[in-house]
């Protein structure tokens, strides 16, 4: 690489996450989005395409639920859908935190959790990246769970930008 290529590499600006949050993943009764086009979220959690996934499977139970009648379920998907893709991009966005305060605790949170959590299994519950990476558990109850992080996350985030 060049003098100039690196040059132009660091005066490139800096690009924004986008994510994307609908009231509604259907137009009446034959338009029904899913995955990143209904709740595309920050890269952070790697979980874009497990909730990608995770709609397909709930659409398929859905046209089992109705019989295979696709307006009924399609127009069920937004209901069934809305709360955890929502608490996705809450976890995505504000469970890791920016500030290094908050990052150093962050990782003695995640260490202590897991700890109590192999010790007393039914007192503690598993730390936050092991409910997201390796349970089934609802992004929606997870985000319950942690609520007072996330928006301990949330204030030190708009503090500090």
Not at 8 to 13: G, I, M, R, S
Not at 28 to 37: K, M, N, S, T
Not at 112 to 133: N, R
Not at 139 to 152: C, D, N, P, Q
Request: glycine share 4%; net charge negative; charged share 20%.
């Amino acid at each position: 690489m060049n003098a100039s290529a690196a040059e132009a590499f660091l005066q490139h600006p800096l690009s924004r996450v986008l994510t994307i949050r609908c009231n509604r993943y259907h137009h009446g009764d034959r338009v029904l989005i899913l995955g990143d086009a209904a709740h595309a979220v920050s890269p952070s959690l790697g979980q874009g395409c497990n909730a990608a996934l995770e709609d397909v499977a709930i659409f398929d139970k859905l046209l089992n639920e109705y019989d295979d009648n696709w307006a009924e379920a399609i127009a069920s998907f937004t209901t069934r859908r809305k709360v955890d893709a929502h608490a996705l991009l809450e976890l995505s966005d504000y469970s890791s935190p920016s500030s290094p305060q908050l990052a150093i605790e962050f990782v003695l949170r995640e260490r202590l959790a897991k700890t109590l959590h192999q010790l007393f299994p039914t007192f503690f519950a598993p730390s936050l990246i092991d409910m997201v990476f390796e349970s089934t558990v609802p992004y929606a109850e997870i985000l319950r769970s942690y609520k007072g992080w996330i928006a301990k996350v949330k204030s030190n985030q708009y503090s500090i930008e």
